[in-house]
T-cell receptor, first 116, second 112 residues
Framework: GAVVSQHPSRVICKSGTSVKIECRSLDFQATTMFWYRQFPKKSLMLMATSNEGSKATYEQGVEKDKFLINHASLTLSTLTVTSAHPEDSSFYIC????????????FGPGTRLTVL | SQQGEEDPQALSIQEGENATMNCSYKTSINNLQWYRQNSGRGLVHLILIRSNEREKHSGRLRVTLDTSKKSSSLLITASRAADTASYFCATGSGGSNYKLTFGKGTLLTVNP
């Protein structure tokens, strides 16, 4: 199956700093990537849809100035958590569609963010 | 309540037994997918069933879809300890850029 990677897998930062998380499709091109957030023992909540070469589409209630998304190439999308606070601590997961003809999304392994 | 709700929330069985998890949803869908997540890890796609399909098999997995009842079930036969994980259903709708809406998940524990 298709492979999606995320980096870093874990990050601990101080309150007020910004953190960048990368999502890469390793063996396919992805025009669309998705960013999810997951709290402990909870489901995944879609944050935004990342479109290559255009602005991301954010879900209701997600601050676009807080969570900056850049999808600069067909294999890379980045999520930057700006001025992180402890309440931003969470598990962030990205996924990618291989192509529009298939419905399957391939998920990255996730990034555990802890803000002190 | 949310689109794609699974029940039970937690299920504990013995190795070799079958595990059945159910998912209900509220709006019309293009497809329904089941994913597995080991603790602290990403999601692994298990199986996708389209809205015009009623049943699908993949190895020890069997998925059914009843669009009239807006529900789906995932059956894992002859379970193994390695099947211990959280299982999520996700519904897809819309155009070519499919957005998935996830349920709350079922935590399956298979005891050796």
């Amino acid at each position: 199956g298709a492979v999606v990677s995320q980096h870093p897998s874990r990050v601990i930062c101080k309150s007020g700093t910004s953190v960048k998380i990368e999502c890469r499709s390793l063996d396919f091109q992805a025009t669309t990537m998705f960013w999810y957030r997951q709290f402990p023992k909870k489901s995944l909540m879609l944050m935004a849809t990342s479109n290559e070469g255009s602005k991301a589409t954010y879900e209701q209630g997600v601050e676009k100035d807080k969570f900056l998304i850049n999808h600069a190439s067909l294999t890379l999308s980045t999520l930057t958590v700006t001025s992180a606070h402890p309440e931003d601590s969470s598990f962030y997961i990205c996924s990618a569609n291989r192509d529009s003809r298939t419905d399957t999304q391939y998920f990255g392994p996730g990034t555990r963010l802890t803000v002190l | 309540s949310q689109q794609g709700e699974e029940d039970p929330q937690a299920l504990s069985i013995q190795e070799g037994e079958n595990a059945t998890m159910n998912c209900s949803y509220k709006t019309s869908i293009n497809n329904l997918q089941w994913y597995r997540q080991n603790s602290g890890r990403g999601l692994v796609h298990l199986i996708l069933i389209r809205s015009n399909e009623r049943e699908k098999h993949s190895g020890r997995l069997r998925v059914t879809l009843d669009t009239s009842k807006k529900s789906s079930s995932l059956l894992i036969t002859a379970s193994r300890a390695a099947d211990t994980a959280s299982y999520f259903c996700a519904t897809g709708s819309g155009g070519s850029n499919y957005k998935l809406t996830f349920g709350k998940g079922t935590l399956l524990t298979v005891n050796p």
